[in-house]
């Protein structure tokens, strides 16, 4: 979808988690295109675990999945997160295929 500050494209993600196993932890990362247009998609694996005990390492994985979109809105990654809410993203027209 586009920002309704910058304008540029926002992927819709709930997580950024791709595989999160203990022996296999994977994460998409992302980040701002230089022109500010959209963004640039990476892959991080071997992604470590972090805390002490599993609650620790629960909360600390849920801060690392992050992804664009929660229950209130989206927010954006290019323009420091400008939110937009659900009632504007269900107005946006979205490409045909595209689920919410």
């Known amino acids: 979808m586009k920002c309704k500050s ?6 819709l993600l709930k997580t950024k988690w791709l595989c999160k196993k203990d022996n296999k932890r994977v994460l998409l990362t ?6 500010k247009t959209g963004v640039v998609f990476g892959v991080q694996t071997e992604v470590p675990q ?7 390492r ?5 801060r690392l999945g992050t992804g664009t979109m929660t229950r209130s ?6 323009c420091n997160g400008a939110i ?4 504007e993203i269900r107005a946006e027209d ?3 295929g595209s689920a919410l």
Request: aromatic share 2%; with cysteine; glycine share 10%.
């Open 6 to 11: 910058c304008r540029a494209t926002i992927p």
């Open 84 to 87: 937009m809410t659900m009632e």
């Open 30 to 35: 992302y980040g701002a295109e230089r022109d």
């Open 94 to 96: 979205l490409p045909v």
């Open 50 to 56: 972090s805390g002490g005990n599993a609650a620790q």
């Open 58 to 62: 629960r909360e600390s994985d849920k």
């Open 73 to 78: 809105g989206v927010s954006c990654p290019c």
